[in-house]
């Protein structure tokens, strides 16, 4: 079965701190995708990332990057030199591969953690 | 639209009231899905469209939910003799394909049963 633990319910930090969020999965796919989504107090559901479980590349995007451990499970994201607009709920997600005819894309979201950041 | 649309935002409904939830998908988005999301949990998928075919249904909780994509635009996710278990936001999202692609997620329905 497919799951999503994201063990950290909730993290509060300093302005310009940096701070990781821990992403654990569990698959019995060997091809598959890992999301983080932010979810701002508006409600909707901001995509962050998509990684395919063939790219272990550890990617950077201005102050996010993620560090993806296949030999783990894991796919942890770090938030450098955080801001208090970065305060949200941020969810890691595994959706299977596209192969099986009855694949849907449908995502598995972990319970999310929710960061706070003061100033 | 630019983006996913969802209508109402908030839903009070009276125990046992018939609810219908809508969902406006980016126009050309293939895919849509909708997620129930309880207070302080992650997104739970409740069923996936793909065009007009609903395709699957395996997340939805019991009968008295029913979802529509009739023209595989516009989807409306209804629940029938709803329960006090049945507050949550409901979260419809779209993607162009169904191929693991990003998924556009619309605001919610924040539905509060009383």
């Known amino acids: 079965a497919q799951k999503v633990t994201q063990a950290q319910t909730e993290i509060s930090v300093v302005e310009k701190e940096d701070v990781t969020l821990d992403c654990v999965y569990e698959?019995?796919?060997?091809?598959?995708?890992l999301f983080w989504y932010k979810q701002p107090p508006s409600g909707e559901l901001v995509f962050l990332i998509r990684r395919n479980s063939f790219d272990e590349q550890n990617e950077i995007s201005g102050r996010y990057s993620w560090n993806f451990q296949k030999s783990t499970s894991s796919f942890n994201f770090t938030i450098t030199a955080s801001q208090v607009v970065d305060s949200a709920v941020y969810f890691c997600?595994?959706?299977?591969?596209?192969?099986?005819?009855?694949?849907?894309?449908?995502?598995?979201f972990g319970q999310g953690t929710t960061l706070q950041v003061k100033p | 639209g630019a983006g996913v649309s969802q209508s109402p935002r908030y839903k009070v409904a009276k125990r046992g009231q018939d609810v219908a939830l809508r969902c406006d998908p980016i126009s050309g988005h293939v895919s849509l899905f909708w997620y129930q999301q309880a207070l302080g949990q992650g997104p739970e998928f409740l069923t996936y469209?793909?065009?007009?075919?609903?395709?699957?249904k395996s997340g939805l909780p019991s009968d008295r939910f029913f979802a529509e994509r009739p023209e595989g635009s516009v989807s409306t996710l209804k629940i029938q003799r709803t329960q006090q278990e049945d507050s949550a936001v409901y979260l419809c999202?779209?993607?162009?394909?169904?191929?693991?692609?990003?998924?556009?997620f619309g605001q919610g329905t924040r539905l509060t049963v009383v």
């Open positions: 997600a595994l959706s299977e591969s596209g192969r099986s005819s009855s694949n849907t894309g449908k995502l598995i």
């Open positions: 999202a779209s993607s162009l394909l169904n191929l693991n692609t990003e998924a556009f």
């Open positions: 469209f793909q065009n007009e075919a609903q395709l699957d």
């Open positions: 698959t019995r796919d060997t091809t598959y995708y």
